[in-house]
Each structure stands twice: as structure tokens, then as C-alpha cells.
């Protein structure tokens, strides 16, 4: 054997057999920094759950309307996002007029003096001017010279006149007002959960009924006859074998009816059975199925959509974010989504909630995730989505793991709540004009999948596209997702299209895992931040040996996107910059083509310490957060003093 094949299998050897990527020998170093500063090396960005749960963060399930804590680590420290002195925004966007409180504004008028003492410009072009005419952020701007003339704004008119609409959806004050005030309209809820609620008596009342008849019959049979016990022979007082089975019987119509327990086996609440199932194995047995259609509506009436063959950007919490998604894109990924909403936030008309239903004009396929713990909150928010905003699709969250949704019964509970699923997607639908669709995991437990119980009642109500993540709630992020599992729930299918979800991170993956388990299509999460490019790779079937000022240019389109998304004055480009590092704490894990001794990269390998091609290409690299803040400084000027940025995993030390 030739020695280049012998050095190839040590080398397969000493690195794929300890989880490292195969990377080239003469890129390799012995270790990622000379000096030995390791603290704030990034930790494993791997993990969705920490992301996912963000939003609850400090206990606070309503954090939405203080995005302070999202995307924030507790550690974190609040670094300037905002000007020392600030200026009214009404002044500073050239509204002189619009200002109601005068002298009393906290904010200074004084525009002379504000530009004194304002930072200077981190540049000559403003995105927001160049792509509106006018720039919302205005004197405040810190690309402020693009539109400022002999000591004014400069409003380009004609451009402004035909601006085109980029981004759609949100909230508008009205529904705003609406909503906070308790007046928004909810009938067409109230018809659906009116009816939901005649069923539950009906239920009810049948199941006394069958209660009474059982009792009844119960004291009509002779006391020998109920005994099974081997000491039937024993003739004992009728009384007490009788009461015991009484007992016993209003023992189980009291769990089978009242009794709503979380999956941690908490009681929340004490309601019907038919509002909420408790959840147990028994719970999906058949003899307590739902019917799953009511009358109330018509699910061929629903638009159908076509998701076949189509690629699917996962939602994806903070990093999922509008400007990512148009990268995503423009890279040709077909189905995009925004983040998980909570319906809480968004009945509570949550600005920033309603946020997350934004949507770019370049995606044509497009939906929004929702979650939720209570059938009411969900159908009404979804009756609010469908009258105020324009979206393909909606998903319900059937995966999220995190404690504080889960233990009220949203999220992945609701894998084994298949009464209470059943009630809100069936509301659901009835107060949405486009689809519904749903992401769900294998099930709760490790090795106890339940999905291929749910997938009959999933078809039953008309779902139009199931998204399964081939991992269970308690398995995190921990093994492969079990692509075996997915296979068989795609033949447990009739009319739902049903996409895979998990690890791919290649196009040969992606065919491969598609041909082999039949799904309908593929969704990608981690993949897609790691490199946005892999639905090219998977539109042109090859592998995409981007250079890194190739890379650069998409972090720079990205900055010019969060600059337009999230504003050009201090606090914009603050918020552009968190975001960008949050997507760097995935983007280090790239590792170039070139580089890879065997292909394609894996996604539960980490690179072992190596040298890029260039000086970028090092940089690019790096799992120091310190590093990511230095790629911001080449894009969006240098950052604050006291800007610091720790990545939220805290999961597994990168190095160790
Ligand atoms: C940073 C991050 C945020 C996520 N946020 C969500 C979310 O909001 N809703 C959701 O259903 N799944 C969320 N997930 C899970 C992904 O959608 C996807 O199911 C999971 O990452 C597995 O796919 P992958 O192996 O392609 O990454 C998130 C995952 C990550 C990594
Ligand atoms: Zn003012
Ligand atoms: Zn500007």
C-alpha cells in the first residue's frame, strides 16, 4: 500500500474516530491561539434549545415587549446602543411639528448641539437613503453625509415615490389599540370555541351516561360473578366489593375527565378531558381517541399549497431573522419562516412579537411559526394573523423543548396531548384562510417515539405539511437526528406531505436522506447558518469552495440588510451587530472545501484547530467571540468600547 493511503487512514483514524473533521495535515496547528487566552472561546453553538428558550428567559414569558432580554446572555453586559445625548426622533427624521411634548420631551430638540457632540459617520452610504429615498433614522443617521446638505435632510422624492414595498406584515396601531383595549372583534373564535365547548357537554354528558349504565349494571351482577381473584370461592359481604369497584370506576372517569396534569405531572388546571387530556400512555390509547372532525368547517376549502421538492429554511429563534432569510434567499432556498411567536405576545399586540411576522418581499413562500399552550390564545391569535398580516403559512410548534413552554402544555407537550392538539388546530383552521401546517419531534421521551401516533390525527383534521425533526424533546441535541424514524412515518402518510428535519449539512446529504426515507421534502436548520449556500449546493449538485472575501461579501449584504431591517443610527447598527455575531457563533463552524482531507463536512464533527487559506480565512474560523466583534469592526466600523458578545450556549467547551 502506497503511503499516501496509509497517511489518509491514519489521518481518518486520529480524527473522524474522535468526532474531528478530517482536515487537511498542512492546514493543521496544535492549537487555535498562541496566546492563552481562553475565555471567552465559544463554547458549542449547537444546541437549538438555549435559543429556543430565550424567550423565556428571567422567567419572563412575556419578554417580548422588551426585546432586552432576547438574544442576550445573562452574563452579557449592556453595552452603548444608544447615543450619549439623544434626539427626539421626531426632530431627528425632519418631523419639526410632530413632537406633542415640547419642552417637556426627554429628549433634546437641538439639533445643532446634538450634532456637535454626536459620534462622526461610519460611512458615505446610507442603505436606508439609498433604497427609500429618505432615511427614517435622519439626523441620527450614522451615515448621516448620504443625506445632508447646508445643514439639512436630504429627501430624494422621487426615489421615495418609487420606493418599492420591501416588507410587509407586523402591527398597525390600530390593531394595536385594538387589541390592548379588548376590543378587537374575536366572533369568528368565539363561534369555534362555542362549538368546541357543545361538544365537550356532549361528551360529557355521554360519558355519565355510560358511567351511570356501568354502575348500574355493576349493582344488578351478583358479587361472585365480579370476583376474579382466586379467592373467588369466598363468599363476602356484596357491600364491599361493590363499593370498591364503585370506587374504582369514579376513580378513573375522575382522571379520564377532570384532571389536566402537565408532562412533569404537575395539575394546572382541573378541566374536562375534552379541553385537555391528560397525558399519559393511556391517553393516545384508541378507546379514547378523539373524533377529530367536527362540522364546524370545511377542511377542502383550505388553499392547498404545494411544498414538494421545495427546500426549507427551518425557523430558527435570533438567528432566523429577516435580513438572514433574504441571504438564504438569494442563495435560492424556497420555503422560508419566520421565528416561533408566542400567541401570548401577540394578543397582547406585542410590537415586538408581531415583528417576527415580517416579511421580506423576496420570500414568495412564506410562513410563521406559532406556540402555544391554551386552544383559545392560539385560534384567536391566528384569527388576528389572518385578518392583519399576509402569510403562506402557519405552523404550530409541536417541538419546542423548553421547560417553561412545556411544563403549561405548549411546544413539544403537545406530542402527547393529542386531544388538546387536535382542538387547536382544528381552531386553527377555522379561523385561517392559508394552511396549517405543524413541526413536531419524535416524541418526549428518548427511545419511546410517539410521532406515528399522531400522524393518523394529523391527516384526520387536514394538515397540509408536517415538519418532523427526527429527535425526541429529551434527547436535545445529543446522537443524530433518526432519519430510520422519519422512513417509516413518511409510509404512515396518505395526503400530508411530510419533510425531515435534522443535521443535514451537505447536498449529498440532503439527496440521499430525501431518497432514502421518500420525504416530501427537507428542512435545514443548522446547515443553513453554518452556510447559507447549501440550497445552491443542493439546486446545482456540487460543492461550493467559497472564498472568504466571497463569504465577506454576504456578511457585508447581511450588515446592509440588518442596517435597513433594524435602522442606521447607533442602536440599529448595535442591534445589526449582535445579530451578525449571534449568526458567527454558527458561521466559525464552516470549514472550507479546499480544507477537507475527505468530504463532505459532517455535522456532528468539530474542526480540529487549522489555518485558513488567508488571513480572513484564519479569522473566519476562529471560535473566539473576541474575533467575531473584529469581522463586525471591518463591516460596521469599529465596535463600542464595552461592546461585549458571549454566545448563549454554554453547552460543551469547543476545545474539550
Ligand atoms: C438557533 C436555533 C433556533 C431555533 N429556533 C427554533 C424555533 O423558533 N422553532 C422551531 O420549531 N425550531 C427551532 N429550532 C430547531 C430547528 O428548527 C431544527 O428543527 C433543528 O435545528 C434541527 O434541524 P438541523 O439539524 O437542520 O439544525 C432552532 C434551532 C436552532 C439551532
Ligand atoms: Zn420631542
Ligand atoms: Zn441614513
Known amino acids: 500500500m502506497s503511503e499516501p493511503v496509509a497517511v489518509s487512514i491514519t489521518l481518518e483514524e486520529s480524527t473522524r474516530g474522535k468526532g474531528l473533521a478530517p482536515i487537511k495535515q498542512e492546514f493543521r496547528k496544535t492549537k487555535w491561539f498562541e496566546d492563552n487566552e481562553v475565555e471567552d472561546i465559544n463554547t458549542a453553538a449547537f444546541g437549538d434549545d438555549e435559543v429556543e428558550g430565550q424567550k423565556f428567559e428571567n422567567g419572563d414569558s412575556n419578554a417580548g415587549g422588551n426585546r432586552k432580554a432576547r438574544g442576550q446572555n445573562k452574563k452579557r453586559k449592556r453595552t452603548h446602543v444608544t447615543d450619549d445625548i439623544k434626539l427626539c426622533p421626531y426632530i431627528a427624521a425632519g418631523d419639526n411639528d410632530k413632537c406633542n411634548w415640547g419642552d417637556k420631551c426627554k429628549f433634546t430638540h437641538n439639533i445643532e448641539e446634538y450634532l456637535k457632540l454626536k ?49 410587509k406584515n407586523g402591527i398597525t396601531p390600530e390593531t394595536m389599540a385594538a387589541l390592548r383595549k379588548h376590543t378587537f372583534n374575536f366572533e369568528k373564535s368565539e363561534a369555534f370555541l362555542k362549538e368546541i365547548q357543545a361538544e365537550i357537554d356532549a361528551e360529557i354528558a355521554m360519558k355519565e351516561e355510560n358511567t351511570q349504565r356501568r354502575l348500574a349494571s355493576m349493582l344488578a351482577e351478583p358479587a361472585s360473578a365480579t370476583t376474579d381473584s382466586p379467592a373467588s370461592t369466598i363468599v363476602e359481604a356484596p357491600s364491599t366489593p361493590i363499593s370498591d369497584k364503585l370506587k374504582k370506576v369514579a376513580e378513573v372517569e375522575q382522571v379520564s375527565t377532570d384532571i389536566e396534569t402537565t408532562p412533569s405531572g404537575i395539575v394546572t388546571s382541573v ?5 385537555t387530556e391528560v397525558v399519559s400512555e393511556t391517553s393516545i ?36 431573522n429577516l435580513p438572514f432569510r433574504r441571504i438564504c434567499k438569494e442563495f435560492g432556498v424556497d420555503i422560508t419562516c419566520g421565528e416561533m411567536a408566542m400567541a401570548t405576545n401577540l394578543l397582547q399586540g406585542q410590537k415586538t412579537e408581531w415583528a417576527l411576522t415580517k416579511r421580506h418581499a423576496s420570500e414568495d413562500l412564506f410562513g410563521i411559526q406559532i406556540a402555544g399552550y391554551k386552544t383559545e390564545q392560539l385560534v384567536k391569535a391566528c384569527q388576528v394573523i389572518n385578518e392583519t398580516v399576509d402569510v403562506d403559512f402557519v405552523d404550530l410548534n409541536m417541538g419546542c423543548p423548553i421547560d417553561m413552554l412545556f411544563n403549561k402544555g405548549g411546544g413539544s407537550a403537545l406530542l402527547d396531548s393529542h386531544g388538546k392538539m387536535l382542538k387547536m388546530l382544528r381552531g386553527m383552521q377555522h379561523v385561517l384562510d392559508p394552511p396549517v401546517t405543524v413541526k413536531f419531534r419524535t416524541g418526549v421521551k428518548d427511545n419511546h417515539p410517539t410521532a406515528h401516533k399522531l400522524v393518523p390525527k394529523l391527516e384526520s383534521v387536514g394538515i397540509g405539511m408536517g415538519t418532523l425533526h427526527g429527535r425526541s424533546r429529551q434527547q436535545r441535541y445529543t446522537r443524530l437526528a433518526d432519519w430510520d424514524y422519519i422512513k417509516g412515518i413518511k409510509r404512515l402518510t396518505n395526503d400530508m406531505a411530510l419533510f425531515g428535519n435534522g443535521d443535514v449539512l451537505s447536498w449529498e446529504q440532503y439527496y440521499q436522506q430525501k431518497e432514502e426515507s421518500g420525504v416530501d421534502g427537507i428542512m435545514i436548520g443548522r446547515g443553513a447558518l453554518i452556510k447559507p449556500w447549501i440550497f445552491e449546493e443542493i439546486k446545482t449538485r456540487r460543492h461550493w469552495d467559497i472564498s472568504s472575501s466571497e463569504r465577506f461579501d454576504m456578511l457585508k449584504k447581511f450588515c446592509d440588510y440588518g442596517l435597513e431591517h433594524w435602522g442606521t443610527d447607533t442602536m440599529g447598527i448595535n442591534s445589526t451587530r449582535r445579530f451578525l455575531c449571534e449568526w458567527q457563533s454558527f458561521l466559525y463552524r464552516y470549514i472550507p472545501v479546499g480544507l477537507l482531507e475527505v468530504l463532505p463536512q459532517q455535522m456532528n464533527e468539530r474542526p480540529p484547530p487549522y489555518y485558513g487559506r488567508d488571513e480572513l480565512e484564519t479569522l473566519m474560523a476562529s471560535p473566539r467571540a473576541s ?10 466600523g469599529p465596535a463600542p468600547e464595552d461592546f461585549k458578545f458571549i454566545p448563549k450556549h454554554k453547552a460543551n467547551s469547543f476545545e474539550g
Do not use: M
Open 119 to 167: 459620534p462622526a459617520d461610519l460611512g458615505e452610504r446610507c442603505v436606508n437613503f439609498e433604497v427609500y429615498g429618505r432615511c427614517r433614522a435622519g439626523y441620527a443617521c450614522r451615515y448621516l453625509q448620504a443625506h445632508f446638505k447646508d445643514g439639512k435632510l436630504v429627501v430624494d422624492e422621487e426615489r421615495e415615490r418609487n420606493a418599492p414595498v420591501t416588507v
Open 271 to 275: 378541566e374536562t378531558s375534552q379541553q
Open 285 to 320: 390509547s384508541p378507546a379514547k381517541e378523539e373524533q377529530p372532525v367536527g362540522p364546524i368547517f370545511d377542511i377542502n376549502d383550505k388553499k392547498k399549497l404545494n411544498f414538494k421538492d421545495k427546500t426549507y429554511l427551518a425557523p430558527l429563534t435570533t438567528v432566523g
Open 627 to 636: 474575533d467575531w466583534i473584529k469581522i463586525t469592526d471591518r463591516i460596521l
